[in-house]
């Protein structure tokens, strides 16, 4: 099962970092992107990097622009929903980093439970160990 791991912490734009409007958690969902560009159309399976309420960060070998429209469909859901392209950052590997934002924000999409804004994850209770039960004493 993959590790979720969540920041709040914005990526540093023109005007310094800025502050996320909802927790973000990173966490590898499968999703597949389609989208047209002039007269070609594409549809590509990949990961999210990370996850929140407004949108994800995926690599995808498929060119896109900033500001390009695109469908984003949940793998395990078949649900769509319309995004928008809106970062693209480095290239590795043959596939780059992307950010894309839904139309509206939508939580359910990803089928998790994000953190409160004000969780501390170096906070996180760990289940307790569980002790192991004394055999009775015999006589």
């Known amino acids: 099962m ?3 791991k969540t920041s709040d912490s914005g990526a540093a734009g023109p005007m310094g970092p800025e502050r996320r409007r909802t927790q973000r958690v990173r966490i590898a969902m ?14 590509e399976e990949t990961q999210t990097i990370s996850v929140n309420a407004h949108g994800c960060v995926m690599r995808l070998a498929a060119r896109v622009e900033r500001g390009q429209e695109v469908s984003l469909v949940n793998s395990k859901t078949a649900e769509e929903l319309p995004c928008t392209v809106t970062f693209i950052g480095q290239q590795d590997r043959g596939k780059t980093e992307i950010g894309v934002e839904f139309a509206e924000p939508s939580p359910l999409f990803w089928r998790i439970a994000f953190p409160p804004v ?5 906070e996180r209770k760990r289940a307790p160990a569980q002790k192991t ?7």
């Not at 499968?30 to 549809?43: L, M």
């Not at 004000?118 to 170096?122: L, N």
């Not at 039960?133 to 006589?139: C, D, I, L, T, Y």
């Open 118 to 122: 004000d969780w501390d994850p170096s």
């Open 30 to 43: 499968g999703v597949i992107v389609r989208a047209k560009s002039g007269n070609k159309s594409f549809e």
């Open 133 to 139: 039960p004394v055999p009775p004493h015999s006589e």
């Open 2 to 4: 993959a590790e979720a």
